[in-house]
């Protein structure tokens, strides 16, 4: 009779620990809850990206960022996020942002995407990539507006256009209550350029 | 779609006595992002910065935007063509600061490497900070030590975890 389940019920968590393996020819149990899904690096400059198809079997998302925008004159350049190809007016955001000088606060009703103030990314000027690192919570949970929180930053050794880098939060709302299948990347100041990476995490609750 | 769990722990030194620094060396070119999870404080009198040694380059390659609240007030600043690369701020005598620090794409060569570090130091401030090392060399070593050749507390912790992308 061959083997069609294995549970761990009825192990101590000390014996389960001892045994974990114990079935020859299988891998050790690593349980884990962060999980990769998908990754896409950019061959070529375009203007948006998309994580299509995403699979509703997380409980939140973490996207992490690499990326570059084509941009003359600045380092930094701004982020785009929309969710399921809806470009109506249905976002909205607050940023908390350090540039260098004295940092600022704003906020926006209504906008077209949750736009991530304005270091995202790196520029082809400044030469560098920025990180964002960007937290979905419940994006599959069909009762509630979705919530995007995003940590992003930038530095290219001094400023260009009279502005240096550039590091700060951004919390956004989508008022929409569908699970989301689709998340869009873009930026207002140009194209997302080549070798930028794209990572999506599937986090289990 | 999916390739498997990810979030690996690398390494981790809890340290048996005061050190004025920390090193992870001969790191797995393995992941794609490295994230360091710091638990620590540091001897002397007065609040410390965090610092990074990538590579054990101490040329003035480094430069960095921070952003920083003290529970009255916010400032923000910026330096290039430093060899102090911060990851944090403040690192204190009494207290204990926790820094997550994210290392992206550590293991290309064709980019420069980028930081991106939170830092929470109870009662005293939240900081965030951007940093750049202007080298396309794969990350091998990362060394941390508290400015100004303190020392890290007995009992301080830190993780490095890789994380792979599909």
């Known amino acids: 009779m061959g083997i069609t389940k294995m549970s761990k019920v009825g192990f101590t968590s000390a014996s389960y620990l001892k045994s974990d393996s114990f079935l020859v020819g299988n891998a050790a149990f690593s349980p884990s809850s962060y999980e990769s899904i998908t990754t896409t690096t950019l061959g070529s400059s375009t203007s948006s990206f998309t994580f299509s198809s995403i699979p509703a079997t997380y409980t939140h998302l973490q996207i992490r960022c690499f990326a570059q925008v084509v941009r003359n004159t600045f380092g930094i350049a701004s982020g785009n996020i929309q969710f399921n190809s809806d470009t109506g007016s249905n976002y909205s955001i607050h940023n908390v942002t350090g540039i260098g000088g004295t940092p600022y606060a704003s906020g926006s009703a209504n906008t077209t995407s949750v736009v991530t103030a304005d270091g995202m990314y790196g520029t082809t000027t400044g030469g560098t990539f920025g990180i964002s690192i960007i937290d979905i919570l419940d994006y599959a949970n069909t009762s509630k507006y979705k919530t995007v929180r995003t940590f992003a930053g930038t530095d290219f050794n001094g400023t260009l256009g009279g502005y240096g880098g550039f590091v700060g939060l951004t919390s956004g709302n989508w008022r929409n209550t569908n699970a989301i299948t689709s998340i869009t990347f873009s930026s207002s100041d140009g194209n997302l350029n080549t070798y930028s990476s794209f990572a999506l995490y599937g986090i289990k609750g | ?166």
């Open chain 2, 1 to 166: 779609m999916t390739a498997g769990a990810t979030y690996t722990p690398i390494a981790t030194q809890t340290l048996g006595s005061a050190a004025a620094s920390v090193t992870f060396s001969s790191i797995s070119q393995s992941y794609t992002d490295l994230v360091l999870v710091l638990n620590a404080g540091c001897s002397g009198s007065t609040e410390q910065d965090t610092y990074v040694v990538i590579n054990g380059d101490t040329g003035s390659n480094y430069s960095q935007t921070y952003f920083a609240g003290d529970g009255t007030s916010a400032s923000s600043g910026r330096a290039a063509n430093v060899s102090d690369a911060t990851i944090g701020y403040p690192i204190r005598p009494t207290l204990i600061t926790t820094i997550i620090c994210n290392f992206s794409n550590y293991s290309n060569s064709t980019t420069y490497k980028t930081w991106l570090s939170k830092d929470a130091s109870a009662d005293s401030l939240v900081f965030v900070v951007a940093g750049l090392w202007r080298n396309t060399n794969a990350i091998t070593s990362l060394l941390f030590k508290p400015s100004n050749s303190r020392n890290f507390l007995t009992g301080s912790t830190f993780t490095l975890y890789g994380i792979l992308a599909a």
